[in-house]
């Protein structure tokens, strides 16, 4: 189950939206922006789910964040899809993770 707090007040969180994403969540990620929200299911191959609800056991399940509520956008089911096992998922944070480009070309491209 996923919930979302007020914590504007630490010593009095108050729940204000619960919904449940899938059978199992392991990795939870935020864009930079705070509009959209990424959840994957993989933790460690020995102890993930391999079988249950269709699209609900190995996923990535991308929603946007908007007034207080997730839309999905969409999602990717790993099982069917024979992609493997997702984990934590970077969007939007190259900057923090790769390396200045070498070549002076590469790097006016990429501006």
Known sequence: MTRVFDISDPHNAKEVYTERIGDQ????????????????????????????????????KAYDYANGKLS????????KEKLGLPHQMRFGAYSLYAKTPSNKNLAELSQ
């Open 72 to 79: 999905k956008k969409f999602e990717i089911d790993f099982l």
């Open 25 to 60: 969540i392991n990795m939870l990620s935020q864009s930079w922006d705070g509009k959209r929200v990424y959840f994957t299911s993989s933790l460690l191959a020995n102890w993930d789910k391999a079988d249950g609800g269709e699209g609900n056991v190995q996923y990535f």
